[in-house]
């Protein structure tokens, strides 16, 4: 069994990831991504950005490229002050895990693997700025923090204090199979959501449920899922004609229709096998954030991308993987040596 302080620190990591999220999703819809053209600092400055007239005048002669804007630098630090911390939080978990390795039921090797998760984030977050806002590694931020936020739910929901698996064994054996291709389909269409925001795509389509007014829009899928594309180009909003942010759009659409398919027949099939477990309150849970995510989708194509309602798309999309990893840890016995009440400690 772990501390508490192990399993109350790796709990706060998972709320702190979702702010890391959120804020990213922030940063990107305000058009701030580049509010910092250098990177770990803003402007040659490590904390805080240029504000006063001469440190503006010096940091626009240094950087003539990009002018200072305040307002944006500042949402960008905001973002890197935030993942710092959080890289921090992680980096404490692999030292105490290090720490504490000796002790029956404590994880190492998922707390050392998610500090190098944290600096491969860090890399890719330090390529978001210095390659401009290039798709490919912006959408590989992406899935990196839905990743970070993945791996650190399950740690902290495999140390047995949260949500314990109380699903038979056979019925467990059944679905995990299914519960683990779910959430390989929801990481892929949040790749795909990835995918629409960084290439500008969002409002390609402005009406629903049709897209340009036909149920199958004339579209570039060709040039719209082009990986790789050339350095020393600013990719802020977007290099892509329309008809390819048309393409990646609808392609996105019909990813969320394959999630609703899934996702529920996921729903009905523990609902029909393990009616009254924890698994079937997760996935009753499940259920909500996928409804949540429709509407949220919906209302961002007929508003017009409301600020809150997209940076809300990414918190439902965050909240649907954690629901789709809590009902996997459902699904799977804890391998512990204490099955009994959790031990209480003073650590």
């Known amino acids: 069994m772990t501390t508490r302080a192990f399993f109350r620190l790796s709990l706060g990591a998972v709320g702190l990831t979702v702010l890391v999220v959120l804020l990213g999703a922030w940063v990107r819809l305000e058009d701030a991504g580049l509010g910092c053209p250098d990177w770990p600092g803003c402007y040659g400055m490590l904390l805080g950005v240029p504000q006063t007239p001469e440190a503006i005048a010096a940091a626009n002669e240094a950087y003539p ?9 500042w949402k960008e630090m905001i973002h890197r002050y935030a993942a710092g911390i959080l890289g921090l939080v992680v980096f404490a978990l692999a030292v105490m895990a290090v720490r504490n390795r000796h002790r029956p039921g404590q994880p190492l090797k998922l707390p050392l693997f998610l500090a190098l998760l944290i600096i491969a984030q860090s890399i890719l977050g330090m390529w978001t700025v210095t390659w401009q806002l290039k798709p490919m590694v912006v959408t590989m931020h992406l899935l990196g923090g839905m990743t970070t936020l993945s791996l650190l739910w399950w740690l902290t929901l495999r140390q047995g204090r949260l949500l314990r698996p109380d699903t038979s064994e056979p019925v467990a054996r059944s679905l995990r199979p299914w519960a683990l291709l779910i959430l390989i389909i929801v990481a892929f269409q949040i790749a795909l959501g990835g995918w629409v925001s960084t290439n500008y795509a969002a409002l390609a389509c402005t009406d629903f449920p049709t897209c340009q007014g036909q149920w199958v829009p004339d579209a570039d899928y060709q040039e719209a899922f082009v990986i790789w594309r050339g350095l020393g180009v600013d990719y802020e909003f977007g290099v892509l004609d329309h008809p390819a942010r048309v393409a990646i759009q609808f392609v996105h659409r019909i990813g969320a229709v394959v999630v609703a398919i899934a996702v529920l027949g996921l729903l009905l099939a523990v609902w029909r096998r393990a009616a009254g477990t924890l698994s079937a309150k997760i996935a009753g849970v499940m259920g909500v954030a996928l ?23 990414n918190g439902g999309a965050a909240l649907l993987l954690l629901s789709v990893v809590a009902l996997c840890h ?16 003073t650590t």
């Not at 099955?339 to 400690?345: D, F, Y």
């Open 330 to 345: 459902s699904l799977r016995p804890l391998e512990m040596p204490d099955r009994q009440a959790p031990v209480r400690t």
């Open 65 to 73: 490229e990009r002018a200072v804007e305040v307002d944006k630098a």
């Open 291 to 313: 409804v949540l995510q429709w509407l949220l989708g919906i209302g961002n194509v007929l508003y017009s991308l409301p600020l809150w309602m997209a940076v809300a798309h």
